[in-house]
């Protein structure tokens, strides 16, 4: 565990910190933006859940952080006509310190969250049903606009194609229930 500290601190000391040079009001920002997502989706199923208390401390806190203030330079970065691999060898060590906080930390953070989800089924025997729910109105009401105004004018491009095809009820996306019967791997 000392070691693991040591190298921590050592990391942050030589520049291994991506919230370098991210505004505190944009991380601040983006954390309001989550939490009220968070409170719309989860708000009505399981009013206990508290954000900031299962995503922004404890396991968590670390690996949220360092991921938002990636994603926060990335759109940033990627802000561009054409990505080239210039631009993505600028980016591979951010890449592997988020992939090794990633390695060290999610399972941890994972079980914090698993904890709050199974309080939130304690609390709520429709807790799934109501959350898909809530989730599906979120989208609808607020996203599914946006999205179809991207797939539409990204038509030809492997992103816009990509919410064309989840906007659609295409058999090849459909999710169904699993059958009763197992499923056997096809003889070669």
Avoid: W
Avoid at 15 to 23: A, E, F, Q, T, Y
Avoid at 74 to 101: F, I, K, P, R
Avoid at 161 to 174: E, H, Q
């Amino acid at each position: 565990m000392r070691a693991i500290i040591f190298l921590a601190i050592v990391g942050v000391a030589f520049g291994i910190n991506l919230c370098k040079d991210v505004k505190k009001s944009d991380l601040s920002s983006a954390f309001a933006n989550a939490r009220a997502g968070s409170n719309l989706i989860l708000g009505a199923s399981c009013p206990s859940f508290d954000f900031d208390n299962v995503a922004l401390s404890g396991s968590c806190k670390a690996i949220v952080r360092q991921a938002t203030c990636y994603g926060l330079k990335a759109a940033e970065s990627y802000d561009v006509d054409t990505v080239n691999y210039g631009l993505l060898a600028e980016d591979v060590s951010n890449m592997e310190h988020l992939g090794n906080l990633a390695c060290d930390q999610a399972r941890n953070c994972f079980l914090q969250v698993k904890a709050a989800m199974e309080n939130c089924l304690v609390e709520n025997e429709n807790f799934v049903a109501d959350t898909i729910a809530a989730a599906e109105k979120v989208y609808k009401d607020d996203f599914a606009a946006r999205v179809a105004s991207f797939a539409n004018s990204n038509k030809g491009s492997l992103l816009g194609d990509i919410a064309t095809m989840a906007m659609t009820d295409s058999p090849v996306l459909m999710i169904s229930k699993p059958s009763s019967t197992s499923i056997s791997p096809r003889a070669p």
